[in-house]
């Protein structure tokens, strides 16, 4: 592959956003700078395809037809949970549950945890860091069960620090649940030593792997955490799927979560026995075609090399960082040392609302707002920040034009 | 691009940048607090009833600049209004920033108002512009809801 002028990485990005057809979109005659990747990313053609052939070709229910149809979707979505395990490196696709999203595993294992496990006077940890998703489901789990949440606090910086997280796992700490990167500040968490910390206390983890999915090579068995969740939408796959990889000893343990079709093995009115895993957890006919069009986004990632990707993003990242610092009057919001493709700030004087506003008009799309991550915004004082955040197909150009748009923004306000 | 000069009209950018009104107001005997869950601005309207008719209006609060502009500018609209007035011109507003239905025949007139006539283009920014309007109206109801508003 022909290296690119823009950095010292090999990686051809011209011909990687070729893949997505979205990019070529234009706006008032410019192409879109899609930096908006924290909240979901575009899709390459690859995934378009297994989407349109699952329906015009193989559209059928799965695990219960008889017919050639019924096979092939089963095979196509089995291979998809296949390639999922491997993206994660789970031991056994027995571990890897299909889900609507990072939302829905999270409330999955806050609820079959919760019910089973959660006593009164039990704690679950989380961090200052969390979307809401990895906080709402907790607060209803310990609400149910009489457990409390503990928070570990976030520097000014922008990260957890060990000391903290450690100093709030205890005694009565059953489970702690912490994001790998943050949506709203791209800090990476230290996620192998919090498990640690965790696992020597005999506390067990999920991880909020939603950011961290498209940007970094994953592997469950040397983190060691006990759950991972992760959404397709995030790393170029369809919305609506997403994967919860959960120890097999804990989902034998867990009860299920929804009761359906395909979860179960055989139903009386007296008497249910669950289905094996990991189908006991999966009631009702899943998004087929979501998981076919997953299955391809990951192939997709493979085949680009999630190192390759991290390598050249992180070159994008410290491009992007130097170009927004050298704006007066601007102030980037975490600071993390390690940081993953999310450039979060806030320009003096003028609200993220009004930048993402004149940004949108200049065909550079950023968020603007809290980014669902409200604890995060009151630790640093603020309503909001605007947010860029980066993507595989993103480029320096990209962010030239992100920093001359907020040059125009503190000409219009200030 | 074109449109963006719409949205941000000149007299936006000047009371945003100054608004008008801004502050507490002593004499206030009715008040509410708006809240827009999306961005967290907060905008809060005090108002001087003199019998059924707005004496004085203030408010504070944090918000963008289409926000502030739709308060500062609301209180230099409907100061001396009766309350059923300052309700038809809320309504008003309200058709022009959504874009939606016919002004009544009866209908007062948008006076300044009329420079938010570029919202109606930009759905996002709808509640930035009516949440002061929304806090009013709440201000201005015959019982105070306890909680605060939001354009939700």
Known sequence: ?414 | MSQLGDLYQELILDHSKRPRNFGPLPEANRSAEGFNRLCGDRVTIRVELEGDRVRAVRFEGSGCAISTASASLLTESVKGKTRAEAEALFQRFHQLVTGQGEPAADAPPLGKLAVFSGVSEYPARVKCASLAWHTLHSALAEAPPAEAVSTE
């Open chain 1, 1 to 414: 592959m022909a290296a690119t002028t823009e950095t010292s990485v090999s990686y051809d990005v011209e011909r990687v956003r070729g893949d997505f057809p979205l990019l070529r979109q234009l706006q008032d005659g410019v192409p879109v700078a899609y930096l908006d990747n924290a909240a979901t990313t575009q899709k390459p053609q690859a995934v378009l395809d297994a989407l349109m052939g699952f329906y015009t070709e193989d559209c059928s229910n799965i695990h219960r037809s008889v017919h050639r149809l019924g096979e092939r979707a089963t095979a196509r979505y089995e291979a998809a949970r296949a390639a999922a395990r491997r993206f994660l490196n789970a031991s056994s696709e027995r571990e890897i549950l299909f889900v609507r999203g990072t939302t829905e595993a999270i409330n999955l294992v806050a609820q079959s945890f919760g019910r089973s496990q959660l006593r009164p006077g039990d704690e679950v940890l989380i961090t200052g860091l969390e979307h809401h998703s990895n906080i709402v489901p907790w607060q209803l789990a310990c609400e149910a069960s009489g457990a409390t949440l503990q928070v570990a606090p976030l520097n000014d910086r922008g990260e957890v620090e060990l000391e903290a997280f450690a100093q709030k796992l205890g005694p009565r700490t059953k489970i702690a649940a912490f994001a790998h990167i943050s949506n709203a500040l791209g800090t990476v968490n230290p996620v192998a030593e919090m498990v640690a910390l965790a696992r020597a206390r005999g506390v067990a983890t999920l991880v909020d792997g939603a950011q961290a999915a498209p940007h970094t090579r994953l592997d469950v068995r040397a983190l060691d955490c006990d759950f991972y969740a992760l959404s397709g939408h995030k790393m170029y796959g369809p919305t609506g799927i997403g994967v919860l990889y959960g120890k097999e000893a804990w989902l034998e343990r867990l009860p299920p979560w929804q009761g359906g079709g395909d979860m179960i093995r055989s139903v009386t009115f007296e008497k249910t026995t669950y289905n094996e895993l990991p189908y006991k957890f999966e009631a009702g006919t899943p998004n087929i075609a979501a998981a076919i069009g997953l299955g391809a986004g990951i192939a997709y990632l493979e085949n680009l090399g999630l190192e390759r990707i991290a390598a050249y993003e992180r070159e994008l990242l410290a491009y992007g960082t130097s170009q927004l610092e050298a704006i007066p009057g601007l102030r980037l919001i975490g600071t993390a040392r390690h940081k993953a493709g999310v450039l979060s700030f806030v320009v003096e004087g003028v609200h993220p609302h009004d930048v993402g506003t004149v940004l949108d008009s200049l065909g550079v799309a950023v968020r603007a707002g809290h980014h669902c991550a409200q604890p995060v915004m009151e630790r640093f004082h603020i309503a909001a920040t605007t947010r860029a955040s980066l993507g595989l197909y993103n480029t320096r150009a990209e962010l030239d034009r992100l920093a001359q748009g907020l040059r125009r923004v503190q000409e219009m306000f200030t």
